[in-house]
């Protein structure tokens, strides 16, 4: 019930087209949905965060959607640039002093020129 | 404002030894966690400090241990390695204000190659 399953595993992606990863979970008491981008050597970095009160949120080309019925969210990224590529981990938690932060498996994302 | 800083960079050690991981959080950050990224595989949450305090502690053997010092940097300390310990420790730092949906910010990372 702790799992956050994300896919796919991997992406390619041209220049200039979207892309789109998936994430769901299981418990319903997760209230917290982030995005974290990692570039090669470097570690994670916070890209985009979202909490179950909306069912989108757009920052720049990134956007997430949520689904709580599903118990689904997704990343998508407009226009995909060759700098976007990376790997990309979605993540859940809950608000509580003591709740850690689930990751997802990781999408590595790759946009060809 | 400097970032998480980790050491060493990389490690190479043989089965058996014991390593040390060391950690330095953003300047007023109060929490640390130490995550554990093998080859192909998503992070796996290994440790949560807070004030000195471990506030929860992932699905690892005993033998993967920390601490937080006063001035907020933490050490991991793994005893016994064996050859699947080999993968990059992660150290991330946030605020500690909203536990687990605080925003958390990466060290590089240590490489740990266990031969």
């Known amino acids: 019930q702790q799992q956050v399953k994300q896919s796919p595993q991997s992406l390619i992606v041209q220049k200039g087209g979207i892309s789109i990863i998936n994430c769901a979970y299981e418990?319903?008491?997760?209230?917290?949905f982030p995005w974290y981008q990692q570039f090669p050597g470097k570690g994670p970095a916070l890209l985009i965060a979202i909490r179950p009160d909306v069912s989108e949120k757009k920052e720049g080309r990134f956007t997430i959607s949520f689904n709580k019925s599903a118990k689904q969210f997704s990343l998508h990224i407009m226009d995909s640039q060759p700098g976007d590529s990376a790997t990309y981990f979605c993540?859940?938690?809950?608000?509580?002093?003591?709740?850690?932060?689930?990751f997802g498996s990781g999408t590595r994302l790759l946009v060809r020129p | 404002e400097a970032g998480v800083t980790q050491s060493p960079t990389h490690l190479i050690k043989t089965r058996g030894q014991q390593v040390t991981l060391r950690c330095s959080p953003i300047s007023g950050h109060t929490s640390v966690y130490w995550y554990q990224q093998a080859l192909g595989l998503g992070l796996q949450f290994l440790l949560w400090?807070?004030?000195?305090?471990?506030?929860n502690r992932g699905n690892f053997p005993p033998r993967f241990s920390g601490r937080q010092f006063p001035n907020y940097s933490s050490e991991l300390n793994v005893n016994a390695l064996e050859l699947e310990d080999s993968a990059l420790y992660l150290c991330?730092?946030?605020?500690?204000?909203?536990?687990?949906?605080?925003?958390?910010?990466f060290g590089p990372g240590t490489r740990l190659t266990v031969l």
């Open positions: 418990n319903t008491a997760f209230d917290y």
């Open positions: 993540a859940a938690s809950r608000m509580d002093s003591s709740y850690k932060l689930i």
């Open positions: 991330a730092s946030s605020r500690g204000t909203s536990g687990g949906t605080d925003t958390q910010y």
């Open positions: 400090y807070d004030e000195g305090e471990e506030r």
